[in-house]
């Protein structure tokens, strides 16, 4: 790589001149490095596209199989739980408060952070 020394030294000899107006007063402009990324960067990348496609097809599949109760999130987990309602996939908008009761009550309860209209994308 052309060092700032072997840019100045070519420079005083005359060996730049502007191919549009044939000037030779020539300055050097800052710029970015080139880094070249490298097939383990790349990898990792296409890794990380894949695996986040992965969890959005499970998101999209416990969504598309478990029956929406809103608000009621908490009661009918309990109710699932105890037993007293029919064992099944439910998704529901339950509070913090409520969510860190069921976890205390041996309930489990995966968090999904989504739209209010359930959407997935």
């Known amino acids: 790589m052309p060092s700032i020394e072997a840019f100045e030294e070519q420079k005083k000899n005359g060996f730049f001149t502007c ?3 044939n000037s030779n007063v020539i300055s050097r402009a800052l710029s970015a490095p080139h880094i070249q990324a490298s097939s383990t960067q790349k990898d990792v ?3 990380t596209v894949e695996a986040m496609h ?3 097809k499970t998101v999209k599949k416990i ?7 809103g608000d009621r ?3 009918e987990a ?3 739980h105890r037993g007293d309602a029919p064992d099944r996939l439910i998704t529901g908008t339950p509070t913090s408060e409520e969510v860190s009761e069921l976890r205390d009550e041996g309930i489990e309860v995966l968090e999904i952070g989504l739209k209010k209209d359930r959407s997935t994308n």
């Open 45 to 47: 990348s296409q890794n």
């Open 78 to 80: 309990r109710s699932i």
């Open 54 to 56: 992965t969890v959005y």
């Open 73 to 75: 999130f908490a009661d």
């Open 63 to 69: 969504l598309d199989e478990s029956e929406f109760v």
């Open 19 to 21: 191919p549009v107006c």
